[in-house]
Each structure stands twice: as structure tokens, then as C-alpha cells.
């Protein structure tokens, strides 16, 4: 049963546009949420995360939001770049540094 | 510093072969974790360990599936007999629990059973 859910497979963006991906989640337990990124033929690398006493952290041209009562976060890229072309995962776990529940990804692709 | 290191990152085998899927977690990491991930399922936990105990391995498939961190610098996955339902990239990833957040992932290791 998939606790976090990421439903959109893919995006495409225009190069200095925004890019949104969003994350659901079932589990009300869940207190901490972490975006990773994700190149072909490498592991997952963290991003950007967020814990539940918080509704917006910010790093750079990466924003992550939390919406606890709809159970949603979602991931801004302002602006996106070609290189920012990867699967991004949503994950949420009950503590930091515990094991994570991973969504299946969205894969962005950035054009020029 | 060198991150979490697996090995093999490639391997290809038979059906009915033992796999050995092997990790070096980040040094002064309390958690290792081992993930499958597959195109159906994306990325699963199949066990995790904090201070070399296992905590979780209730994602473990089957019992084809066992894993050991026999100390802190070490651990495996092991399929035995493997099938080919199980070609998958597998990922380890280590933590320091309970204080900083993310989990750091190694390369991954594809496996192909044949």
C-alpha cells in the first residue's frame, strides 16, 4: 500500500519557467518529508526537506510547501535549468534519519 | 569523505544462483538501509538497521531474501536462490538517525537474473 504517492510520471518545462511537483501522503504519523533527486545510473541524492512544525523551506531556486490538513507538499523550481532534467522522489518518514517511504517519482525534463 | 559504497554495481547471473549485494555505509553512521527499485513498485524498503541490529525487515520479499551488518562498516544482501522477478537495482543508504535528517544513497548495484 503506497503511503506516498506521486501521480504525475512526468513534466515537462521550458527552460526559466517553473516547475511544480506535488506529493500526496496517507500516513498522518508522517512529521518529516525530503525531496530527492534522482540521475540515470546514480543513487538518489537529497535535495530539500521539511518538517511538520513548518509550511515552507527554502534553499536557492528550490522550494518545498506543506500542507498538513490536505496531507500534500509540493516541490517549486524557480527558475528551472536543463540540468535540473531528473526523477524527483517525495519521501516522508516519522523521525529524521529513519527509514523512508518513498513515492515512484515524477521524471522532470527541463528543455531549452 | 567517501559516501556509502556498493559493490558489484553490475551483475548478471542465472536463475537459481546465489547474489551477493555488498555496502560500506558512511563512517559514523548508526542506520543502513537496503531499497529495491523497480519500474512497478519504485523505490521499496527491504530492511534497515540501526546500530547493526535490524529494525524493520518486513519488506523482505520471501525468505530467498536475508541481509547481515555483522559491524558498523559492513553489510549484505543476500538471494538464494535468486529468480528473475528479482532484477531490480538494489540501493543501500545510511543515515545518522534521529539527527540529521536525509539518508545517503550508494550507487546502487543492477541485478539481472536471467
Known amino acids: 500500500d503506497q503511503q506516498v504517492k506521486q501521480n504525475s510520471p512526468s513534466l515537462s518545462v521550458q527552460e526559466g519557467r517553473i516547475s511544480i511537483l506535488n506529493c500526496d501522503y496517507t500516513?498522518?504519523?508522517?512529521?518529516?518529508f525530503l525531496w530527492y533527486k534522482k540521475y540515470p545510473a546514480e543513487g538518489p541524492t537529497f535535495l530539500i526537506s521539511?518538517?511538520?512544525?513548518?509550511d515552507k523551506n527554502e534553499d536557492g531556486r528550490f522550494t518545498v510547501f506543506l500542507n498538513k490538513s490536505a496531507k500534500h507538499l509540493s516541490l517549486h523550481i524557480v527558475p528551472s535549468q536543463p540540468g535540473d532534467s531528473a526523477v524527483y522522489f517525495c519521501?516522508?518518514?516519522?523521525?529524521?534519519?529513519?527509514?523512508?517511504?518513498f513515492g515512484k517519482g515524477t521524471s522532470l525534463l527541463v528543455t531549452p | 569523505d567517501a559516501g556509502v559504497i556498493q559493490s558489484p554495481r553490475h551483475e548478471v547471473t542465472e536463475m537459481g544462483q546465489e547474489v551477493t549485494l555488498r555496502c560500506k555505509p558512511i563512517?559514523?553512521?548508526?542506520?543502513l538501509f537496503w531499497y529495491r527499485q523497480t519500474m512497478m513498485r519504485g523505490l521499496e524498503l527491504l530492511i534497515y538497521?540501526?546500530?547493526?541490529?535490524?529494525?524493520?525487515d518486513s519488506g523482505m520479499p520471501e525468505d530467498r531474501f536475508s541481509a547481515k551488518m555483522p559491524n558498523a562498516s559492513f553489510s549484505t544482501l543476500k538471494i538464494q536462490p535468486s529468480e528473475p522477478r528479482d532484477s531490480a537495482v538494489y540501493f543501500c543508504?545510511?543515515?545518522?538517525?534521529?539527527?540529521?535528517?536525509?539518508?545517503?544513497f550508494g550507487e546502487g548495484s543492477r541485478l539481472t537474473v536471467l
Open positions: 543508504a545510511s543515515s545518522l538517525a534521529g539527527l540529521t535528517g536525509e539518508l545517503f
Open positions: 500516513n498522518s504519523m508522517f512529521d518529516y
Open positions: 521539511i518538517s511538520s512544525i513548518k
Open positions: 519521501a516522508a518518514s516519522g523521525m529524521p534519519g529513519y527509514a523512508l517511504n
Open positions: 563512517s559514523g553512521h548508526n542506520s
Open positions: 538497521f540501526n546500530n547493526n541490529v535490524p529494525i524493520d
